[in-house]
């Protein structure tokens, strides 16, 4: 029996183990390819961005942030859907300012 528990305690750590890594290497991707797109479609150079953070939650499941350094109390929402990156939304990191304009809007796109 001790056998057996100790078996099922172990495939659950490697389960974790595999899906963390998983997870881990899916956020890099992902932070990697909105980057990708801020350098090479929106002409942004690496040391423009301040952080960028890919995150799984509710809606939308996948979002990566972005904070740039020349703006650092405000967040850039970014996601991909069908092979294309866009910015979805816009918000300050503290606080809620409708006058604040955002030094680096997109066009909102259909």
């Known amino acids: 029996m001790k056998k057996r528990t100790t078996i099922i305690l172990i495939t659950f ?15 890099n991707h992902m932070d990697n390819e909105v980057i990708h797109y801020l350098v090479a479609t929106r002409d942004y150079k690496n040391e423009d961005l301040y952080k960028v953070h ?30 294309r990156i866009y ?3 816009m918000a300050l990191v503290k606080g809620f300012d409708p006058k604040y304009t955002y030094k680096h809007s997109e066009e909102t796109l259909p």
């Open 13 to 27: 750590v490697i389960i974790y183990g595999v899906a963390s890594l998983a997870l881990q290497a899916f956020r």
């Open 54 to 83: 890919t995150q799984i939650s509710k809606a939308p499941v996948v979002s990566t942030t972005v904070i740039f350094a020349d703006e650092p109390n405000a967040r850039y929402f970014y996601r991909k859907e069908k092979d």
């Open 87 to 89: 910015q979805y939304s």
